[in-house]
């Protein structure tokens, strides 16, 4: 039978009350079995029976242990050790401080010729079944060990065998919460006061657990308080790395290995400096090998512990990038110095030298080895200007605040570096900006610097240009030649003999540190001697440039000409094909501090990766390794493939399109949207800006970006994208030919300059173009500017004519889309025949969608009546037209596709659907709503479409259902709005604020003030750091949502100052009226409440202020929703009661 | 056993005798020394001393203590109370290798046989547990009680537990009959402590015919260890590795035959480590001795302690030299341990240079530099 007790097994005592059921084996150690079982009064507990497994011993059917012959003695010795460890423990149990960590204890009991002790009786488990819980609880429950272990040390004992197995946790009811604040010790075999300890008696420990004076039977007599604080300091690493910790990383210089880490969450978290250093220190203060090295009383541990548990408590922290030195780093030590001394000195130092050099290298070589002096490490990767650089998704970011699509780079920059200056206002941060190529005076923007050097802690930049505004370090080549064959060897291991060639290759490039290696690289993947190299190296002109010298300084500036000629020598030694050059040139466009590979190939749907491998063993592309592998290009690298791209035609057409098609659509979960556009946004910036190619193909991949991606980001930069791309094509379109691609990008160009309320010039825009359209018979380009025309006047109004010029533009539209519609049903259509398109009207790229060209007119005419109707607020003042033009909608859409009248799985049919419910909505047919939208969901649901953006709506619409319906349902509504924000998760969609917001408002409306509470602190303080364009009213209705919860919590002071401030807001809020207006109207609601509630004291001057709050709000009410909307009538009957006021 | 602490043998006072010497002349003091240079000088008077009976200077005072009053060169005398003592106390003739060392041969204390005839003459010489460990490191400059040798278990379990020489005889002789046994625990300290646990002869015999380990199945356990360290820092070849850690291409030197091998000790020369040493151990060849197993070991462990790139630039201050001193110290001896060699022992020269290389400022470049000693053209 199996060794161990069987379930159900009853096991009693002669002549002894106890008894026991077995429910279950939950451990084994040495010499015991731990089993879970229920004790005679019905509570649950642990007992454990001696059962020494290193002895030979059968378990015979009724459970009795029978001992060989040759193993009896020991046997028997080891019961008494048993009795022993149960003796102890009831010692310890009598000693007061222990009682919380020590299990009340029974007596040895005797049965089945062995022994067995009753251990614990909570609900919970050994601390090594715990999985899933956080650092912060992992943690957490260290600290408790280490307090626990405290009370022994302080009690005179020491544990000896701390390990997740001999520790109970126990769990709050309901079993899946643990208690962090008390652990309780439960094996008490190894517990000895010191003055038992001694050569010839044997304690129980358990080696991987164990400090090595345990495991050396000569150094018994250093085992002290410091034993238990190295095996303290190995639970906390295998708590932080979820592994036992080796020997190289017993020292005072280990490194740990914190960007290694699996879960995401705690990667995160360890990504802080402040923790690094913080678990670097405990570590280095623990787990040493000498006695002497660790810490000497378990107080300096749980210091340290509560420190750490500080630091991860924190719900705004910075998410510091991992930096990854090369593992092979030689000389420099002078350099190195040199950057320390010259931190101490200055705010602010430039590293400077010439591409290739060493200068980043060097810099992270400082950073690793000075991290411990510094709170924080910030370090960004130059992406050719500033605000870009520290909107870089991979670099530096704050905990909980995410970028949002809309934002542009310098909102979510300046937003970014505001939170980090809160952060970082006490702390020592390292400001690193890496590979920055340009002068001071010439960093743009101007606004981001300035807030860069307001932070507190030094600045150092690597630079290639030669700053003399502030302290330098020059970086020169390796004087030392000996380091630069270490360097070649490193990567290209040579015999003796090839010495002299590995000098010649040094020489001929000068010491250069990029090309050594470069070189080394290819004489290894060409399986070539250093001999061979050299001769190629020659043959192709490397080394023999003219007598040019590597290192050539003008004007103050360091210049890198002949490195670059050197690279693309030996590019083209190398002979790369075009599908490497491609992937060169990805990585030169994308972000320079590198792509996630993952990304890299989601985004480019990359499925071979024979190529990236072979740049990778030729050492043209650096992968970085630690939980997730990096891709990166060196600079010196990138910018000689941009060169490449630019002279060769067929190459770049072929990236470009490669490029176009990546952007077009996310087509992989593996990326989020932001980090999508994020791509294509650098890919954009790199062409436009950073490496200015304005070929053909480029501007028309920048028209293609800017089409689709306008509404994201910063509509400035996209202007002066597309005023790029007009002008490319202008300059490559011959004469006055008529071109639909150029009309395209001024399409585009009109676009913005109307978002960005540029109207005149926009509309200058539409109409030249327009008759250009009419003359060049392009009916589905004159379609298009009617409609541009009749949007913008829309907006647009400084004369009265505006109306009828927008309904004289819009019914032209109308007639040039019906008249396309007409003619894709024709058999020869006249309009849209391929020939016309490509022929005269040049098309191009835009032809292949020809067939969806009225359609998509005649969905973005719906879209158009659909804007006239308030999507933001579910209610309008003037529902009759609003209803009107929603009937219109739903009749454009179903002519652009009959069978969308049924419900089916289109965008174009959902909308019908939420079009019906919103007439419904506004019809006050809440119910009829209800049912359209659950038919959409349910619909939804079975094809599996939970979360989509229609979703989103569709949930967020019948939460504003709930709040509307007499009486409102609440609880639905709050449900409903979770569900939102749970797509919005899905979706990684970052801008929820609309909901959250709504869902702060319900939560007090139903008295859920805790929840309130701490969503509208985190609302208010998210939204306060948001630029303007993006805030909108966002911060206002957080300080109302505040000032409401204040007004809940009877503090009326303090809401009536938040109420004050959330009216501020809205006067500065940009955003449309009606939305303004409409959260005015709330706050003075709650203002007025505020003045006129029971627990306030009602004067004549509250009176006055309330019934003019009333007013306001019936103002603001009559304004934006109208008055038939249920809080304008709530308002009404509130200024009736003061008519009758008797004070008034 | 109870003062049979490591911390004890270090501590031990300083007089006239070898080991004393050795200390003082040639290395300073050991721990938180300011000398990083070690001259030709040193090298010199460590040679001088190696011929220094060291041996017989343990012999002479243990005599002493026990009321025979000589001194080293009472050889006859010794001789004669050696011989005396062995047919009184074991009942046998005094070996003539021993009756050798008294004349005044040094005892290889890496020869495995030499090990019984230690432990017999500690025994005549009364010693207990803890002057026997004591006598080993002191005057055979060696480390007792490899546990996973059957004579010194016999040894350390019949010391331990006071049993006299017929038992131990017969233990001896019955262990001599036993064969090795497999997929028993390889872990010393853990066999350490399973010896200590018994208290009864029977059950000994028992644990020792389950637990007997050849030679083999000994050193399983240390080449895993030292392919571990090999793997984690060879980058290139064996040789190349060896350079890295020795500071020399041993290869191009020994081909040259310009190595003046007398410049060093040879306890401390005899026997390092090779890149053939290397290879064969990690291609499961069988490997050379003892010695060379355990110089392999302690070299890797010091190379792999000391090779920081991280401390470039960095002035290391004395206590940061102490520090990791200590922990080297502690490291390498879990090591040894834990392969079945004796840990690392100040009064042996090879540890000792080791361990005064660790306690310098750069501790692989002071080695690099004694190694250069060897390479000094004639």
Not at chain 1, 358 to 387: A, F, M, P, R
């Amino acid at each position: 039978m199996d060794d161990y007790l069987s379930r159900e097994y009853v096991l009693s005592f002669p002549g002894q009350p106890e008894k026991y059921t077995i429910i279950s084996v939950i451990g084994r150690g040495a010499s015991t079995i731990a089993y879970s079982v229920r004790n005679e009064l019905g509570a649950e507990c642990i007992l454990k029976e001696y059962y020494p497994h290193n002895l030979t011993i059968e378990r015979t059917a009724s459970g009795d242990l029978n001992c060989s012959e040759k193993d009896l003695a020991r046997f028997e010795q080891g019961k008494n050790d048993f009795t022993f460890a149960g003796n102890t423990q009831r010692e310890i149990r009598n000693n007061i401080s222990l009682q919380n960590s020590t299990p009340p204890s029974r007596s040895v009991l005797k049965a089945n010729n062995t022994l067995y002790l009753e251990v614990v009786s909570f609900t919970g488990m050994t601390l090594d079944r715990l999985c899933d819980e956080s650092l912060i609880t992992r943690i957490k429950l260290c600290l408790a060990v280490a307090e626990m272990v405290e009370q022994y040390h302080k009690s005179g004992y020491l544990c000896l065998d701390i390990k997740p197995d001999n520790i109970f946790v126990q769990t709050k009811p309901g079993g899946k919460e643990v208690v962090t604040d008390f652990v309780v010790y439960i094996d008490f075999d190894s517990v000895r006061k010191k003055k038992e300890l001694s050569f010839g008696r044997s304690i129980s420990f358990t080696e991987l657990w164990s400090a090595p004076e345990q495991l050396n039977p000569y150094s018994y007599k250093k085992i002290c308080a410091a034993t238990d604080i190295y095996t303290l300091g190995e639970l906390v690493f295998w708590s932080v790395f979820g592994r036992h910790s080796y020997d190289s990383e017993h020292r005072d210089y280990s490194e740990y290995p914190f960007d290694n880490v699996l879960n995401t969450e705690t990667r995160e978290a360890l990504s802080r400096t402040v923790i690094q250093n913080a678990l670097a220190e405990l570590f280095h203060s623990t787990l040493r090998s000498s006695v002497r090295n660790r810490f000497q009383s378990v107080d300096e541990l749980i210091l340290l512990l509560k420190k750490l548990i500080d630091e991860l408590n924190k719900k705004e922290y910075i998410v510091e990038s991992a930096i990854r030195p090369k593992d092979f780093f030689v000389g420099r030590a002078d350099e190195l110095k040199q950057i320390d001394d010259a931190i101490h000195e200055h705010s602010i130092v430039f590293v400077s030298g010439i591409a290739g050099i060493g200068k980043s290298e060097l810099v992270k070589q400082y950073i690793c080895t000075h991290k411990k002096e510094y709170d924080n490490i910030l370090y960004w990767t130059y992406n050719g200007n500033l605000d870009n650089t520290v909107a870089s998704e991979q670099a530096v970011r704050v905990s909980g605040i995410s970028r949002m699509v809309e934002e542009t780079d310098l909102q979510y920059a300046t937003r970014i570096l505001a939170k980090i200056g809160d952060l970082t206002k006490n702390q020592n941060s390292l400001i690193v900006i890496d590979n920055l190529d340009c002068l001071v005076e010439d960093i743009s923007p101007k606004e981001v610097w300035k807030q860069l050097q307001s932070l507190h802690g030094k600045i150092l930049i690597t630079t290639r240009v030669k700053e003399t505004l502030y302290k330098t370090v020059s970086i020169n080549a390796l004087t030392n030649t000996d380091d630069l064959i270490q360097l070649f060897a490193k990567y290209c291991p040579f015999p003796d003999g090839e010495l002299e060639s590995v000098h010649g290759i040094i020489d001929s490039v000068e010491s250069h540190t990029l090309l050594v290696e470069l070189l080394a690289h290819h004489t290894t993947a060409t399986h070539a001697a250093p001999s061979q190299t050299l001769k190629k190296m020659l043959n192709n002109g490397i080394g023999s440039l003219s007598g040019e010298s590597v290192r050539v300084l003008k004007d103050g500036e360091s210049s890198s000409d002949s490195v670059y000629a050197h690279v693309q020598k030996l590019f083209s030694m190398e002979s790369i094909s075009d599908e490497h050059a491609i992937f060169l040139a990805m990585l030169a466009f994308l972000p320079a501090d590198g792509v996630l590979i993952n990304k890299l190939a989601a985004f480019y749907l990359i499925e071979n990766f024979e190529s990236l491998n072979w740049l990778i063993r030729h050492g043209w592309v650096s992968s970085i390794t630690g939980k997730d592998e990096i891709l990166k290009i060196h600079p010196t690298i990138a910018t000689v493939i941009a060169e490449y791209v630019r002279t060769n035609t067929a190459l770049q057409e072929c990236f470009f399109a490669r490029s176009y098609e990546a952007i077009r659509i996310r087509k992989s979960k593996e990326i989020s949207e932001a980090e999508h556009v994020a791509l294509a946004e650098a890919l954009a910036l790199s062409t436009t800006d950073r490496y200015v190619i304005k070929s053909r193909s480029a501007a028309i991949f920048i028209e293609q970006y800017v089409g689709m991606y306008s509404k994201y980001g910063n509509a400035d930069q996209k202007l002066a994208q597309i005023i790029f791309a007009v002008d490319a094509l202008e300059a490559t379109t011959p004469g006055n030919k008529y071109s639909a691609i150029l009309e395209n990008a001024y399409f585009h160009k009109a676009n913005l300059l109307w978002t960005l309320r540029e109207y005149e010039h926009s509309i200058q825009i539409c109409e030249e173009h327009l008759i250009k359209s009419k003359e060049s018979k392009d009916i589905y380009f004159t379609a298009r500017w009617y409609m541009m025309l009749s949007r913008i006047c829309h907006d647009y109004q400084p004369e009265d004519e505006v109306f009828s010029k927008q309904l004289k533009y819009y019914f032209a539209g109308v007639r040039y889309a019906l008249k396309l519609a007409g003619d894709i049903d024709r058999k020869n259509p006249r309009f849209l025949s391929t020939h016309n398109l490509t022929e005269n009207l040049d098309y191009g790229y835009l032809e292949s969608g020809k067939q969806l060209f009225a359609k998509n007119l005649l969905i973005s005419m719906a879209a158009l009546m659909e804007g006239q109707s308030s999507t933001i607020l579910y209610c309008s003042k003037e529902t009759k037209t609003e209803i009107s033009n929603l009937t219109k909608a739903i009749d454009l859409r179903e002519k652009a596709s009959k069978r969308d009248k049924d419900l089916r799985n289109t965008a174009n049919s959902h909308k019908i659907i939420l079009d019906k419910a919103r007439i419904a909505f506004l019809s006050r047919k809440y119910y009829d709503a209800k049912e359209l939208l659950q038919k959409l969901t349910v619909f939804s649901s079975e094809k599996e479409l939970v979360s989509t953006p229609v979703a989103y709506r569709v949930h967020q619409f019948i939460a504003q259902i709930a709040l509307r319906q007499e009486p409102p349902d609440y609880q639905e509504a709050i449900l409903e709005f979770k569900t939102c924000l749970e797509i919005a998760e899905d979706l990684l969609s970052h801008n929820t604020y609309m909901v959250r917001l709504e869902l702060g408002y319900t939560y007090v409306l139903n008295g859920e003030l805790n929840n309130a509470n701490y969503l509208n602190m985190n609302l208010w303080h998210e939204t306060r750091l948001l630029a303007p364009e993006i805030r909108k009213t966002y911060y206002a209705d957080a300080s109302r949502n505040m000032g409401y919860l204040y007004y809940a919590q009877e503090n009326n002071n303090v809401a009536r100052n938040m109420l004050h401030r959330a009216i501020d807001e809205y006067k500065i809020a940009i955003a449309p009226s009606e939305l303004v207006s409409f959260g005015k109207a709330r706050t003075y609601m709650i203002l007025a409440k505020c003045y006129f509630s029971p627990n306030c004291d009602q004067t004549e001057l509250s009176l006055k202020n309330a019934m003019a709050c009333f007013n306001n709000a019936k103002y603001f009410y009559e304004n934006s929703v109208g008055l038939e909307h249920p809080e304008a009538i709530a308002c009404l009957e509130q200024l009736k009661l003061f008519d009758a006021h008797p004070q008034l | 056993m109870a003062d049979a602490d490591r911390q004890d043998y270090n501590q031990l006072e300083k007089g006239d005798s070898t080991y004393s010497i050795y200390e003082g002349l040639c290395f300073g003091d050991m721990f938180c020394s300011e000398k990083i240079e070690f001259t030709e000088d040193d090298v010199k008077a460590a040679i001088d001393l190696e011929s220094k009976p060291a041996f017989l200077e343990g012999v002479a005072e243990r005599l002493c203590m026990l009321g025979i009053n000589c001194s080293v060169s009472d050889t006859k005398l010794i001789t004669d109370e050696v011989k005396r003592r062995y047919k009184e106390r074991v009942g046998e003739p005094c070996p003539r290798t021993v009756i050798e060392w008294l004349k005044g041969q040094k005892p290889d204390s890496n020869k495995r046989n030499n090990r019984i005839h230690f432990y017999k003459l500690c025994f005549i010489l009364e010693m207990n547990i803890d002057e026997t460990a004591t006598f080993f490191m002191k005057h055979f400059m060696s480390y007792p009680f490899n546990y996973k040798d059957t004579t010194d278990a016999v040894f350390f379990y019949c010391l331990m537990r006071k049993r006299p020489y017929s038992t131990i005889k017969s233990m001896l002789e019955t262990a001599s009959t036993f064969r090795a046994a497999k997929g028993c625990p390889d872990h010393t300290v853990e066999i350490a402590k399973q010896i200590c646990d018994i208290d009864d002869d029977d059950s000994f015999m028992q644990y020792l015919s389950d637990h007997c380990y050849n030679s083999e199945q000994q050193y399983m356990r240390a080449r895993a260890a030292i392919i571990q360290l090999i793997d984690a820092h060879a980058s290139g070849t064996t040789a190349e590795l060896l350079e890295k850690i020795m500071g020399f291409n041993y290869q191009l030197n020994r081909n040259n035959g310009d190595c003046r091998s007398d410049f060093l000790p040879e306890e401390f020369t005899r026997s390092l480590p090779t890149d053939q040493t290397f290879q064969d151990i990690k291609e499961g060849r069988k490997p050379e001795t003892y010695e060379t197993l355990r110089k392999a070991l302690v070299i890797l462990s010091f190379y792999d302690s000391y090779v920081t790139p991280r401390d470039l630039g960095e002035e290391l201050t004395k206590k940061q030299v102490e520090d990791r001193l200590y922990d080297f110290y502690e490291e390498t001896d879990r090591r040894l341990l834990d392969c079945g060699f004796v840990p690392l022992y100040e009064k042996n020269l090879f540890d000792k240079v080791i361990l005064f290389c660790a306690n310098s400022m750069s501790p692989l470049d002071t080695f690099y530099g004694i190694n250069d000693l060897r390479y000094i053209e004639a």
